[in-house]
């Protein structure tokens, strides 16, 4: 069965250091998502983008936060610097795209900033 | 108002019985309804989709959809301990024009043996 395949897993690093996320979607998504959830309520996207372009970055604190899809397949959110407030799952989901919007997500990557 | 609003809950049912869960919506023009599922420290698993007015059936889920009310269920008949965990409403914000998901924020589902 097809799976989003993200990691890593589980990531614990101090504040002001640097962190990446990568994301692997279903092969043939052409939309991805990355979303942020903090415990206790629902996922709230960061970026999305369309094959490599970014359609929707609206809610990504740009500042510290950037993320790519180079060749429209994977794709990096990066962290630089961290801060105590990152704390929380990062999720990437994928759809395949025009019609067909359900989204599948990743299991997620657990960040805890100390 | 947030776009998608749920009862946290917990709502608890016995096992056997039917579980009800409820989610409204603000935006009019919403045409795109999610169910998922996230177990404790899992991502969410999507369940059911909904698009129209009416009843979608699969299995032991059943979406209910009344865009006049601007109402979203999921019902769970035969509810088992492994359906405990936490149920998101989703949808997508035709405003948007982008197919971003706007999540309630759950509410956790707890069936007892």
């Known amino acids: 069965e097809a799976e989003v395949a993200q990691s890593p897993r589980y990531k614990i690093t101090e504040k002001s250091q640097a962190v990446a996320f990568w994301c692997d979607p279903i092969?043939?998504?052409?939309?991805l998502y990355w979303y942020r959830q903090i415990l206790g309520q629902g996922p709230e996207l960061l970026v999305q983008?369309?094959?490599?372009?970014?359609?929707?970055d609206s809610q990504l604190p740009k500042d510290r936060f950037s993320a790519e899809r180079l060749k429209g397949v994977d794709s990096t959110l990066k962290i630089q610097p961290a801060e105590l407030g990152d704390s929380a799952m990062y999720l990437c989901a994928s759809s395949l795209g025009d019609s067909r919007v359900e989204q599948y997500f990743g299991p997620g990557t657990r960040l805890t900033v100390t | 108002q947030k776009e998608v609003e749920q009862n946290s809950g917990p709502l608890s049912v016995p096992e056997g019985a039917i579980a009800s869960l409820n989610c409204t919506y603000s935006d009019r023009v919403s045409q795109s309804f999610f169910w998922y599922r996230q177990y404790s420290g899992k991502s969410p698993e999507l369940i059911m989709s909904?698009?129209?007015?009416g009843d979608k059936e699969d299995g032991r889920f059943t979406a209910q959809l009344n865009k006049a009310s601007q109402y979203v269920s999921l019902l769970i008949r035969d509810s088992q301990p492994s359906d405990s965990a936490t149920y998101l409403c989703?949808?997508?914000?035709?405003?948007?024009?982008?197919?971003?998901?706007?999540f309630g924020k759950g509410t956790m589902l707890l069936v007892s043996p």
């Open positions: 909904i698009y129209s007015n």
């Open positions: 092969s043939g998504h052409a939309t």
């Open positions: 983008f369309q094959d490599e372009s970014v359609v929707d």
């Open positions: 989703a949808s997508i914000p035709r405003r948007s024009g982008y197919s971003t998901l706007t």
